[in-house]
């Protein structure tokens, strides 16, 4: 089963708006990670965050952890057409498995 | 920038046939993984390996799936025989170890008539 899985499936907004997607996961983890897709590319890394980080950015992203409710939000301010992609959580679980599960991502579309 | 390569990029066969795909991951990578994404299952991980050694194939289904990696710069995922249920593009990302940012090729993308 999918550890991390992505809230909205889809999100449609306008240029210049900010997108909030959320990430749900069911056990501890080690750290959680974003990720990007465009349409017929792999996956590409944005933001990794720690278990004991709260909050952490990068350029136009934000990521927050809140691992008393296992959850995650990448937060992208002014969005541009170009961040038009899906995206992917995926978290690392702690326990010794060391291996990324995925979730199955939110849409977005950023409208010019 | 360093990459990780994948091919083909597109391949379309008649079920029944033998499909090799190609993964050269990035220089110095010590893990590499498998995935096969799908609009129903979303990205699953097939296999992956550490320092050449396969470590986890659960993912994936054994009568029919391999994964090899016979040098440090290739590593093969074969069908035999292929399945029309086998469409679906895969992905190889390497990594330096497991827990860190995993960098994905561009995937093959599989259709089996």
């Known amino acids: 089963s999918q550890q991390g899985e992505e809230d909205p499936q889809a999100l449609s907004i306008q240029e210049g708006e900010n997108a909030t997607m959320n990430c749900s996961y069911k056990t501890s983890i080690n750290n959680l990670q974003w990720y990007r897709q465009n349409s017929g590319r792999g996956l590409v890394h944005l933001i990794l965050i720690r278990s004991n980080e709260r909050e952490k950015h990068s350029g136009r992203l934000r990521v927050t952890l809140d691992t008393s409710k296992k959850s995650s939000s990448l937060l992208i301010t002014a969005s541009r057409a170009a961040d038009t992609a899906s995206y992917f959580c995926?978290?690392?679980?702690?326990?010794?498995?060391?291996?990324?599960?995925f979730g199955r991502g939110t849409s977005l579309i950023v409208h010019p | 920038d360093a990459r990780v390569t994948q091919t083909p990029r597109h391949k379309v066969t008649e079920m029944g046939q033998e499909v090799t795909m190609r993964c050269q991951p990035i220089l110095g990578h010590n893990t590499v993984f498998w995935y096969r994404q799908t609009m129903m299952q979303g990205l699953e991980l097939l296999a992956y390996?550490?320092?050449?050694?396969?470590?986890?194939d659960s993912g994936m289904p054994k009568d029919r799936f391999s994964a090899e990696m016979p040098d440090a710069t290739l590593a093969t995922l074969k069908i035999q025989p292929s399945e029309p249920r086998d469409s679906a593009v895969y992905f190889c990302a390497s990594g330096l170890i497991t827990s860190q940012p995993q960098h994905f090729g561009d995937g093959t993308r599989l259709s089996i008539l």
């Open positions: 995926a978290t690392d679980p702690s326990g010794g498995s060391y291996i990324p599960t």
């Open positions: 390996f550490r320092n050449r050694a396969p470590l986890d």
